[in-house]
């Protein structure tokens, strides 16, 4: 039996309520707690399982080795009518860039434009809830973070470039907004390690060895990640002929805005540093809102766009294809689908929850494995 047939269920808002008082029993704030557990439970509803519940031991182990800074502080840099930069000192990213686009959201709510930098955050989950933020407020939201190595440019091996997501989301007059959330990378380190709970071998084609060799086993690719003889290739792929040289380019954009910006961390030293003898993981955040309602009534937007995804959805469709998705649309449908049946949790990840259970004496949570 694979680790893919142990699946259980779990309510999502109880997984909420333990993952907030695991970051409470490790010293975070319960204001800060709660907003990361939200934005974890979020990722998991919407189907994106390799930045919930899958990522809180992740957290759990750097908090406790001082990676981490349980009590965030953040310092405002810079702040101007429709710009700022801030600096997270190495605090709860989530919490961080929860701040940061709520800071880009009042901005655009005043001036038409609102744009926060961050440096010196940590690992923020999901780039989309901080773009779903914006939509909320009739807005386009656009997030972009840097991360640790993963990705070589194009015609290299080596790992240099994080998986960068750019992400953009847009309200619609349908049931769900536009929301494109994803890596800049075909895959991303979190589907490697999914990938590796699971048991499962990896396509061909998507991770490339130091010798450019495609890889599949997930286990040897994060251990030769680790080694940085492992990368992960862009979107499109190796080489031109494919035109890899895409996501390599918009990775680079990302960087740009994540570290250029606001004069952060960038590239190999995302992989760690040491301060006063401490290991740090740092990387840095852009976060832009922008107010619809500045340019034309937030109603007459969201029909067009509604139109604009409806027509994407009608059009002539591939042989054997039974539909059409416009972004956000699966992710919709996973949440309603989650909010009935629960979080599914394999025998990997039943595991760090017991873990986290017990040495944080959590003995209030009743789980069935």
């Known amino acids: 039996m694979t680790n893919e047939e142990k699946i259980v269920y779990i309510h999502p808002k ?6 907030s008082d695991v970051f409470i029993g490790l010293g975070v704030p319960e204001e800060d707690a709660k907003i990361i557990a939200e934005i974890l439970i979020a990722s998991d509803l919407r189907g994106i399982d390799t930045h919930g519940i899958q990522r809180c031991k992740m957290y759990y182990d750097r908090i406790k080795e001082g990676i981490y800074e349980a009590n965030t502080k953040i310092d405002i840099i810079k702040d101007g009518p429709t710009t700022a930069l801030w600096d997270g000192n190495c605090g709860m990213g989530h919490f961080i860039a929860y701040k940061a686009m709520k800071s880009a959201i009042e901005k655009a709510k005043k001036y038409g434009l609102g744009a ?31 991360a640790r190595p993963s990705i070589p440019p194009t015609f290299g091996v080596e790992p240099m470039l ?10 619609t007059d349908e049931e769900f907004p536009f929301c494109l959330d994803c890596a800049t990378s075909i895959i991303q380190r979190g589907k490697v390690e999914l990938y590796e709970r699971l048991e499962k071998k990896l396509p061909e084609g998507v991770v490339i060895d130091e010798k450019g060799n495609s890889m599949t086993d997930p286990s040897k690719i994060l251990e030769k990640m680790l080694e940085r003889k492992a990368a992960l290739l862009p979107l499109g792929g190796a080489g031109e002929e494919k035109s890899g040289y895409k996501g390599y380019g918009y990775a680079t954009v990302c960087e740009l805005l994540s570290a250029a910006l606001c004069n952060g961390i960038f590239l190999r030293d995302t992989l760690g540093i040491i301060e006063n003898g401490q290991k740090r993981l740092k990387v840095g955040h852009f976060f832009l809102a922008i107010n619809i309602a500045s340019f034309l009534p937030v109603e007459t937007f969201k029909n067009t766009a509604g139109d604009i995804m409806r027509t994407l959805r009608s059009a002539k469709k591939e042989p054997y294809a039974e539909r059409i998705y416009t972004a956000g649309e699966k992710e919709y449908e996973a949440e309603l689908e989650r909010k009935e049946k629960g979080i599914p949790l394999n025998k990997s990840l039943q595991q760090d929850i017991k873990i986290m259970q017990e040495e944080l004496g959590l003995a209030q949570y009743e789980f069935t494995f």
């Open 14 to 19: 109880k997984l909420e309520n333990f993952m």
């Open 116 to 146: 926060v930098a961050v440096r010196n955050s940590t690992h923020f989950g999901i780039a989309g809830y901080y773009s779903l933020m914006a939509i909320k407020e009739g807005m386009i939201g656009i997030t972009t973070t840097n």
């Open 162 to 171: 994080g998986t960068n997501p750019l992400t953009v989301g847009a309200p």
